[in-house]
């Protein structure tokens, strides 16, 4: 943490951000320069934190210089992680496929699409059966009785389940139907789930909020990992900026950045980034090139009947050329296809 | 709602939209044009949204025109709407000042806070017992200790409460000690945490998402409106954008917006928009002059050891500027000051 | 300037950034952390700005802390300056207003528009007779013609004439014509036209890129003032944000960060901004309440037909409104309406 | 075009507007819903736009359908265009790589750039002479001097040159010694430059604003098309987003949302986009992977004492790197390395 004095400051401003550092244990080393001094302090952050240091008479501003997580954080853990989910893996020597539809509507459905999951190359079938929208008189999902169709169709087809959870108090509920539960983008900051989930001892698939940073992503999961849950998997899935021609604009710098920040792996939803079918192929291609650690993708047996975002799932031709894709590229980055 | 049509849309691929229409109830009018053929469609928009009409063959494009949220628009209710808490108005004639600390940390602490609020011309208390921090490692609040502080200072000062509330496992332990619930800005996509304040049976005051757009918010009041409580309060917050000076960019022109498209009062937050302290009076200001329903301030007593954003916080002698803008502007804009 | 070393940095690297700063004339005092060591520099910033520290072995990071412009910093210049415009002053005792037609279009229009614009309270008259399109299909303006019509409508009306300019080659035939020469938001980044107009000896009108931070838009104004011109007024206009409701999201906070950080004047542009005629009133009021030293606004005596942005421009009733708010607001803000 | 009334608008509203549209030659279909009244329009949207619509009493809003931009548009020119610049192509068959240094600084150092652009891959020489500079006080360009270097260096190398102009006056002296004229991110609203550089009879290669939506993006292109160029090779190069961890946010999905829309070829700068030298390789194979047509790369010899952005120049080993990647992805994209 550094302490920036503003050029007003006198030689007792100075020393009273030294002596509060050195009272709440830490150390603090002053460089005085021609219009600025700054202040370079040595100790615990969050104490640092607490001290309101930027309240003190004289003090411009305090810039924090490490990162704020920890458990979730690379610096020390130089190893990049794998999580296993139902025996699937997600981690660097891999490349993990989770397709599926965007919601559960009916058990026929639902077991086509795991089909089309299965030629996608899925080792991993997501379905929602709780679904949160924006808006009150959408498709709000089938609850449990969602559950039980992605049950049955998982034990039909072999693919482990993914499903969102939406609300602290359906953990409970989903958990036990899930192999691995879903965190989606408009939950990232719900830090409730995110305990919850922390505790659930389930492997969480953790998604992007479009309206948040990096480094707010990696708080999020942080939040996770402290109820001692350390099976997280990123996922990103666009964030929300003034172009229009997208639902919302991939981050696909995001995956090398979160990968040098922290050893959990990442993968990406081309789906839900651009919400249009055409570009589905082309950013899976990017996001596998790019070393990520996997793909999310919508499929659905009839798009024109999807009760949720029908104009972004692929269909059984698309789901054969992202098959190939992933067969084509995963061998070039170095990883094997992971399979249930 | 308009369907546009491909260039090389046949004759076969119009009909067939005007038949799916026509099949789900509605009725469609085609008009020809040189390049392009639209089609408009009259009757119920859901309808029309469950027929994926983009899926069809020769579809371009399907524009929405009319607003998706009903409960909270202005169409069908053209005057404003007052929302009463314990006694205290928000609406067009009034303005209504909510101040307090952002964190209940001590019974003095509180009480003190409590005092500068009304010297801020405050009619109502806010005080957060419950935190939603982006860092686990951050201040979490007192919880029901919190809440007890909260109601013991209103007995003493007659200020009504707004506290927040992050869970809807924690709405039954936090709406007896409110008069008003606040729903925070990470929250507003939290639709669990919305639909139980909607059944609280309590005003509810909801922040706008930093990542929402003004539809969106108003989606999300349309949820607690949907559980038979229209007595809601909007706050405008600032959004995230690129700009770096200001912790978010305070959108100011949300606040004639909203009003030009929801009978709800609508507020603004100085405070949490800038994140700094020299930035709350001239926004004060500038909400009130554009024709807010009122404003809601951090005040501490010390914000030197506020455990919650410090940096913000007003003390006596800005809090006493703020209770002369207000009451200066607050005749110009034809309110009266709300008390409590 | 502060450089933030690696976790891994040896004692070798830490010493080698020091060597090379000390090489440079400047000096260097290190701070040891447990996990981090953080250099703090003093000395000429562009100096080690040339040396890529960034580069060296060792180095996370390097972090700036003074601002990189100069001339128009107020740190170095603690009175906010005034800028004379023919006769009209722009400062912090003032309250300007600058109205006119978008596009001046014929002699009728423009001394009507300028009619309006007395109306509304203005001292200066505004009118494009060269206009920076989007599309190379809209309306482009009337070129010198344009220059000849606002002259005759200035000499008429008393009013002096802010106009623009959208090109270096053209600097010298507008020049002439205008009592203040203004950059539009395309061109806050043109830095070729920013010299030629910060050498032609007339005051300028700065509007901020839409896309630019308050750090790029004080640089663009330093651009100007090199040139030995600080009559420089810069002009909020609104930023680009995922708000789709407004044309632009007017970041009125810009108005008090901007007066702090520098010492020129500061308007705002409430019809550029917003895009909407109903949004010009209020916001025009935000602006004057939050401390903008004047604004400009778009007026039209017959918007139906206006060749550009005929959506916001004001008439005869409601330029009265923004005379009453313009003659009520600024006693209050401590200010003089000024006169042409 | 779509006219869509509002829910008060009254018969003789709509009669108006049909009415109206009729004047102008064109022609309009009223469709009449339960709550709204919509009306399509068949005729010239550019008459229709100087109609101004929705000045009209009773109007709700104006919906533009079509695209703005004509000559770059894919709508009437299906096949995706090839552009030869000095024998190399860009298009859909192959893939094209521009390298060079940021700057050219002096002789040597563009000579190494030159023959590390060539172990890149490239087939073309990029640097730049002008430099548009955020800061007046940063490093500016050699100007003709440079220009002079980049000649004896592309003889030397067989590397044809792009090189940026950054003003219309300066088009006639930087033309003759560029094969390519690139217009930077700050000029893409650069009007006056874009005229110019359409008519100076060189290929230009246009760089997307990082404040510009794509459809602006092509109606820049549009303006240089205008000139009766169409030899226009399109860049993405990062929008700017709230995202900090890079310095702009690379917006992949434009590259397949341009072809589709356009007919012209479009590359990526990976250099630019991320500001990193980690990010370059892996955002290089996400163009690739997504299908651009080429990529431009920033290499250095000694990135520690480039005079810009040496933070994100490539030397020898990450040079190998890419041209790996691009010798591998090539032939999976189904396209040949352009030689020059």
Request: charged share 20%; hydrophobic share 45%.
């Amino acid at each position: 943490m550094v302490v920036v004095m503003a050029p007003e400051a006198t030689q007792k401003d100075v020393e009273a951000v030294v002596d509060l550092v050195r009272t709440a244990g830490g150390d603090a080393f002053v460089s005085r320069g021609v219009t600025r001094t700054i202040v370079g302090l040595v100790g615990d952050v969050e104490a640092f934190d607490a001290l309101n240091l930027a309240q003190l008479r004289g003090v411009l501003d305090v810039v924090r210089i490490s990162v704020p997580y920890k458990l979730v954080s690379r610096e020390h853990h130089l190893d990049r992680s794998v999580v296993t989910v139902a025996g699937v893996p997600f981690g660097p020597d891999t490349l993990t496929v989770i397709a599926g539809p965007c919601a559960v509507e009916t058990p026929s459905q639902t077991l086509e699409a795991a089909r089309l999951a299965k030629a996608a190359g899925a080792a991993l079938l997501r379905g929602g059966a709780f679904k949160p929208r924006t808006s009150p008189y959408a498709y709000q999902g089938l609850g449990e009785r969602g559950l039980r169709i992605l049950a049955d169709v998982s034990a039909e087809t072999g693919l482990p389940v993914v499903t969102e959870v939406i609300d602290p108090a359906g953990v409970e509920l989903v958990a036990p139907y899930a192999d691995m539960l879903q965190i989606g983008t408009r939950n990232m900051h719900n830090f409730a789930l995110l305990q919850e989930v922390g505790a659930a001892g389930k492997p969480v698939l953790l998604k992007r909020g479009f309206g948040a940073t990096i480094e707010e992503w990696l708080m999020a999961a942080e939040y996770i990992a402290q109820r001692g849950n350390l099976d997280i998997v990123l996922c990103e899935r666009g964030i929300r900026t003034f172009e229009t021609a997208t639902r919302n604009t991939l981050d696909i710098s995001a995956v090398p950045v979160v990968q040098r920040l922290s050893h959990l792996p990442v993968i990406v939803d081309p789906s839900h980034s651009g919400g249009r079918r055409d570009l589905v192929l082309p950013l899976t291609r990017a996001a596998l090139a790019v070393g990520a650690d996997g793909v999310m993708i919508d499929v659905h047996p009839d798009p024109g009947t999807a009760l949720c975002d029908g104009n972004q799932a692929l269909t059984r031709v698309e789901a054969a050329e992202v098959a190939t894709a992933v067969a084509i590229l995963s061998p070039l980055m170095g990883r094997k296809l992971a399979h249930p």
